[in-house]
């Protein structure tokens, strides 16, 4: 066929239209770059530190506090803290290991002389556990060397005892000379979580009570079950079931005890604050505060006040049935005397007149004589208790 003009067909406006439309090619699979992470921010690490006199007979706490505290700022502001020890020493919370070098590096302190600095023994370190069965067969100094670079200082390997041995458990024990706890760790090529560790009661295993250890414990020995002297073979032999704790129904050793309860809990506050055990005692105080003892003081006191009350109160009671009892008894004399001396007729006895429904006699009356007693016919109806009634003799 000869070229010639496109067919437009009816359409005579067909060249006049855009043509097709190129489609887009779809873009080649290629792998997509990773954005590089981004470098993490170091937090301030705070430092605990020391600030000791070197002579021992003038320690910081006999200088001047103004003085002292002038030094201080000298050096740095940035302390978060101030906390004086027993010892007369300072105990400072710095911001972070930059200030805490400047403070090292002191040797005298304006107002208190030649001081001597350190970092504290235990309050600059932060313990966690991790489960990395893993690594429980390498050496304690491989390990520390491995994780040296995250701030590990010391691990222990938690063990349990199995066929008489000591089998680890796969979960460690690691020290971290840090402020704060880091909620993972990386072990080679895996992340673990990092669990935070608070200790367990300590408990003599001589004496049975809580806070201190066989090694510095001067009590007499007892039974872990029924706290007697142990000269017996337990627990067939044991003749009751008593905590040394708590006077509980149950063993000295049992978890379950109030007393070791509690004493968790005062361990993790104060291993959470960081404080002393004085005031993680104060610190669970005043978030759990408990019911005062039965045998407290003012409870003993308010009993015997209620005892007595009530002994005063059975007492006013009795003495006032014995006055009722009295005081019939002397109506009823009365009555019986003014009858004997009186010659009238015979009237109902006393015990009459008061289990009787209705009155027997209506009130007395006198006439001319002083001794003559009559019945009036339109006398008002009698009160229940009779009352005698002093009657002066009318002249007519």
């Not at 005579?12 to 090619?25: D, H, I, M, Q, T």
């Not at 030649?114 to 313990?127: G, M, P, R, T, W």
């Not at 149950?250 to 005031?279: D, F, G, W």
């Amino acid at each position: 066929m000869p070229p010639g003009a496109n067919s437009l067909g009816n359409n005579r406006f067909a060249l006049l239209s855009p043509g097709p439309k190129n489609k887009r090619k779809k873009p080649e699979n290629s792998t997509l770059e990773f954005f590089p992470e981004l470098p993490i921010s170091k937090k301030d690490d705070p430092k605990y530190l020391i600030i000791k006199s070197q002579d021992a007979k003038k320690p910081i706490a006999s200088t001047s506090c103004f003085a002292v505290h002038k030094g201080i700022q000298a050096i740095s502001k940035e302390i978060n803290k101030i906390t004086p020890l027993r010892d007369g020493s300072l105990l400072l919370l710095v911001k972070n290991q930059k200030i805490a070098d400047k403070f090292l590096q002191t040797k005298h302190l304006p107002g208190a002389g030649a001081v001597e600095v350190s970092l504290h023994n235990s309050l600059n370190s932060v313990k966690g556990t991790i489960y990395a069965p893993f690594i429980c067969q390498l050496a304690d100094d491989e390990i520390i060397d491995g994780l040296k670079d995250q701030g590990v200082s010391e691990v222990y390997k938690f063990t349990k005892r199995n066929n008489g041995d000591r089998v680890p458990t796969g979960a460690l024990l690691l020290t971290f000379d840090k402020y704060t706890l880091p909620s993972r760790i990386e072990v080679a090529w895996c992340t673990l979580d990092v669990r935070p560790y608070y200790p367990n009661p300590m408990r003599c295993k001589i004496c049975q009570l809580l806070g201190h250890t066989a090694k510095r414990c001067n009590k007499p020995p007892a039974c872990a079950i029924c706290n007697l002297p142990p000269n017996h073979t337990p627990p067939t032999e044991c003749s009751r079931v008593k905590c040394a704790n708590c006077d509980g129904d149950h063993p000295s050793s049992s978890n379950a005890c109030p007393k070791y309860v509690q004493s968790k809990e005062i361990l993790k506050i104060k291993t959470i604050h960081k404080c002393s055990m004085r005031e993680a005692i104060n610190l669970y105080k005043s978030q759990k505060p408990s019911t005062p003892s039965s045998f407290s003081y003012a409870n003993v006191t308010a009993s015997n006040n209620n005892n007595i009350n009530i002994e005063k109160t059975s007492n006013t009671n009795n003495s006032n049935d014995k006055i009722k009892a009295s005081t019939s008894k002397n109506i009823a004399t009365n009555i019986h005397s003014i009858h004997s001396d009186c010659p009238v007729t015979p009237s109902p006895s006393v015990s009459s007149l008061y289990n009787s429904p209705s009155p027997p006699f209506s009130p007395l009356s006198t006439t001319t004589s002083p001794t003559t007693i009559t019945r009036s016919s339109t006398s008002p109806v009698p009160s229940s208790h009779p009352q005698s009634h002093t009657q002066v003799p009318i002249d007519t």
